[in-house]
Each structure stands twice: as C-alpha cells, then as structure tokens.
C-alpha cells in the first residue's frame, strides 16, 4: 500500500476549456484519521462535468468552489484504518471524497456498499450522483408513457445512458443524441435504442425530423446549446423538457445568446423543468433499489470508461467535458 | 337600427408594428340569417394581442390568417334577428364573432349572457378569453400558496389584472410590472397589489430586487424579452413561471435573441409552462363560476378600456400593442 496520498486541486480558474496547467496533484503523507474517523483507500473516483460549472467565477449554485482544496467527486474505495465502531478496514464505501487516492472520512456521508448488489464500479455509475439524476429526471419530471417519443441529448454519457434505458424500460420510443458515429453505433447497438442522431452531421433539424416526424414528448436535456434550440421547435403538445445539464456552455467564456424559447413553450404548451439531484435525497434509496433491480433484470446496461490513475483525472476530466467518454468516466486508483 | 354591416379586415401582414394602412372596414348590406341561423347585433368587441400573432406568417400556432376576413375576437351583442329555437329577438349573447357591427352565427359557439350576473362588457373580460387565460395560468400553473412572493408582467393589461388578483386573494404577497408611472399606480390603488415596478424605469433588475430580495415563487409572464430575462435570474426554488404570452416580441422583425435561460431554469429548479386557454375548454363553466363569484365579493375588480366606434378598431388594436391601455380593451360598437 503506498504510503503517499495523492489530491487532485485547482490551482487557478479555467478561462474557456480547462487545460493540465489548471491543475496539480499534491503529495503529502497518509493521514491519521481521528477518533470517529475512518481512511479510505480510493479505488475510483467519479469524473463529473458540474465540477466545470463549481470552479467557473459565475457558478449559478453558489460561492464558486475554491482552488486548493480537493476538487469534488463521488469516490468508491476500501476503509484502510477504522476510528469509527460501525466501519472495519475491508469495508467497501462511497462518498464524496473528492479526487484524491486516500481520504479521510468521519463517515457520516458515507455508505457501505453491497458487492452482491453490484460492483463498485456500477455503484458509482448507476448507484451514484449519475444514476439518480437519470431516476430523477426521467421518472419525476419526465415521466414518460408507454409509446410516447423520448428524446436524450448527451445520450452516450454518463446521465444519458441511464435516461435513455429508463424510458425504455418505461416502453416509450426511445431515440438518443450523440456526438460521432461510434456513439451513435452505440447507442442503438449496446443500449438498445430506436434511433440515435449525429449533432455534429450538420443536417439535425432534418434528422430529428425523419426520425420521429410527429415530434417528441420527452426532451431529456444534457447539452443545451443550439442542440435544444433545433428540438424545442419539435415538441409535442404537452411535452415534458427536464433541463439537466448544459454541458455544450460549460466551456464558453461568456454569455452564448439564443433565439427566444418563450414562442415554442406556448405553441407546445410544454413544460421545461430546472434538476437538481440533491432536491431528491430522501428518495435515494428507493431509486437506488430500482435501478439496481432494472440493472440485474438486464433492462439498463451501464458502460464504465475508465482513466487510470488519479494522477490522470485532470486529463480525463479535460477529455470529458469534449465529449471523448462513452458512458461514465471513473478514474482507477491503484 | 343600422342596416349596414361593417367588418375589420387585414388587407396585408404587418411588417412589424401594424399600421393603419394594413386595414380595412368593410360595409356591406346585413346579411339574412338562414335556418337555424341568428343575426347578432354587436355591442362590445374584445381586441387581443393573439391578432398579431395569427396574422403574421410565422405564426406559430398553424398557418396564418387569411386577409379579407373578420379579424377573430370575442363579440357581446344582442340577437336582432332569430332563425333559431335556442334564442329570441333581445337575448344577450357572447361568442368569436370577430371585429364587425354584425355577425351570423349558427348559434352552436354562441353562449347567453346572464346580465344578473355580469355587465356585458365584464363578461368579455373577465368571463370571456382574458379571464379564463388567468384563471388556468394561475391556478393550473402557476399555484400561488399563501405568502408566496407572485410576479406578473403586464400587471395593467387584460389578462394581467385578472391573473394578479387571483394570486392575491390566494393570499400571495403580489407585485405587478406595468410600463409608466400611471399604471403602476393603478396597481397599487385601483388593483391593491402589494407593489408596483415600472419596466421603464431602466432599474428594473434592481427594483425587483429591492421590493423582493427573496425572490419570485410564481412568474405571469406576458410580455416576454428583457423583462423575463430580468426575472430568470431572481426566482426561487422550485418557483413556476407561466408562459402566457410575449407582447414585447409580436412587432419585432424576425427572431430577438437573448441569453440561454436553461442556466437560471437549473439554478432554481424552476419551472416554465406554455399556456393556451382552448386546453382546458371543459373547465369553462367552473372556472366562469369561480371568477364571478369573486367579482361580485368584490375581491377582483375588472378594468375594462373603452375605445367607440367599430371603425376605430384598428387604432385600438395598435395602441394596445404599445402599451395604451389599462386593463381590457374593447371597442363599442352603437
């Protein structure tokens, strides 16, 4: 067991797209936990686009987060040393422990995690901030009916995968959005949908329209940009918009501008809905059996794309936010 | 008894802000009603701002419409004529009759007036298209609890007085934006809302702000623009925004573009709904029900804007597409 601990910081704020200069990984020894602690040992770290969005000047959620400190992120691991009389070292756990190799917790956040229910990997995919916000999104503000269109943006990514399978697995026409041909591949191949669209074919108006001409009731929103521009004028009367995340805005450097969408809400009557997962706690270990029970049963596949390294996270995160990850992005921890 | 019928008819699109010019007034002989037909003598006309939208070619609700025909409004008058078992000579009736002195009507979309309950010119604006459009916005969408904070925009205008008032006697804390100082203090004394911020004052993030530092649970909207920009960024969580209408954008030419408001959607979790009235046509009655009984308590007053003579429609139409107006504008017809 290495003896060092590995952190991931900011250490100034992105301007535009993040580059490794943003970045650095400190050294320091293995902390001791103290009484009522435990020190877990990361085996992975979850990479996740809100981070771009925290560390931004701008960040719509609060204080923007600070440089130095341990950039944020759900981490599954081993309890190494235990202070604490409900945890014992070999324990598997999760908790947002940020992008470091050890971590020390009192364990009030933390969970144990059930390998019979699913490994650790899938636990920070599917069982994770990723998977509930999927739940979340689709079933409470989505709610899709059987036969009804739904459409995913971001389809390939970490949320997307898991909305797209849930509206499936609720019986509607499922059809995703994704950037590039091996995406779309697997869309409709390893996640089973009806249909997958190209944004970057230069014709997604036309697309959207060919595929599912009577237009959609469902718009699963992960990207934003003009993505949502071309589907907001091809919502179905009533439709359900659950505005999820914009990740094609994390980058900008200012303010992008956008024809009104005030004209498609009353043509469409539909309803646009702002997620956050955390309004949902209360309701996490309900979604967490459903999914685990949808994902033994077959009916949601989780792809993992995995980065090795903690050292790497600036990297796979950098990579993330161009959309290079297929499914979620973890960082291994050796 | 005049024994000519004149009609208000576009004689070509608007090309931004309507003129005189773009209209006409027809005359013609009154027509004789046929079987089961009656001939309706117009007293008052209602003049909507969905005229704008309707006649232009981008209109977003079907395809635009035709030139030379009776621009589509509601119609109070009495039956002069009766080819029908239903009415007699005298009964007061309301139905879209359109911008003319005179309509035939085949009697199904006409509905009796009961003067014992309302003045006719109250049945057009509060029982009639601008009353119910606030009754379901507000009640359906926009859900006031008591001492939530209640934004409407175009507080003054038709729709906005009636939508203003519901949420005060729902027991909301109420502010209106209206255009000028003299409107705005018909909000605060004629109407009794709680305060008044005029969009001209060029402070408009900063009054909103000031009498609200809160923010907005609910959000009328029927202007649209940099006023909703203005608001995006200032509600609550989980606050509901009605999308009821945009009157800041029917004159322009082509598309304004403003900054993407899936930001502040996700930022408060908020919600934005598109309204269109004809959804909820089988609520009609209650709803009617409802809006007067709260009428004659005298816990929603109804200003209704006068403009005489039928020929003078359309300047009633351009001015209320400027602001001109203080609540529900009709002309009256002799």
Chains 1, 2 share one sequence.
């Not at 003896?3 to 797209?17: E, L, Q």
């Not at 697995?169 to 590039?180: D, K, S, T, W």
């Not at 599912?212 to 091809?234: L, Q």
Request: some cysteine; glycine content about 12%; proline content about 5%.
């Amino acid at each position: 067991m290495s003896d060092i601990r590995r952190t991931v910081v900011f250490t100034r704020r992105p301007n535009g797209a993040p580059t490794a200069d943003d970045f650095a990984v400190l050294e320091q020894a293995l902390p001791e936990p103290a009484r009522g602690e435990v020190l877990v040992a990361a085996r992975y770290v979850s990479i996740d686009p809100y981070v771009r969005t925290m560390i931004d000047p701008a960040n719509p959620y609060g204080a923007p987060m600070e440089l130095g400190i341990p950039i944020p992120g759900d981490m599954a691991g081993e309890v190494i040393v235990s202070n604490n009389a409900g945890f014992v070292v070999g324990d598997w756990v999760a908790g947002r422990l940020g992008w470091q190799s050890h971590a020390l917790s009192a364990a009030e956040g933390l969970r144990r995690l059930d390998l019979d229910l699913a490994d650790p990997p899938i636990h920070l995919a599917l069982l994770g901030s990723s998977g509930l916000t999927a739940w979340f999104g689709m079933m409470e503000i989505g709610r899709p009916e059987p036969d009804e269109n739904v459409l995913v943006s971001g389809a390939a990514g970490a949320v997307g995968q898991v909305a797209s399978q849930l509206a499936k697995a609720a019986g509607a026409y499922v059809l995703g959005i994704a950037g590039g041909a091996g995406k779309c591949a697997h869309l409709t191949g390893g996640l089973g949908l009806a249909s997958a669209v190209d944004h970057r074919s230069g014709t997604l108006g036309e697309d959207l329209d060919r595929l599912c001409p009577e237009g959609y009731d469902v718009y699963f929103d992960n990207v934003g940009g003009s993505i949502t521009d071309a589907v907001m004028k091809r919502l179905r009367r009533h439709a359900r918009v659950v505005v999820c995340g914009e990740s094609s805005q994390y980058d900008l450097i200012g303010n992008e501008f956008n024809p009104r969408i005030l004209g498609p809400l009353m043509d469409s009557r539909a309803t646009m809905t702002g997620l956050l997962v955390s309004d949902f706690t209360a309701q996490y270990d309900m979604a967490r059996a459903e999914l685990a029970r949808l994902h033994r049963r077959g009916d949601l596949k989780v792809h993992v794309d995995i980065v090795d390294g903690i050292e790497n996270a600036p990297q796979a995160f950098i990579g993330m936010l161009k959309g290079e990850n297929t499914g979620k992005r973890l960082v291994r921890v050796r």
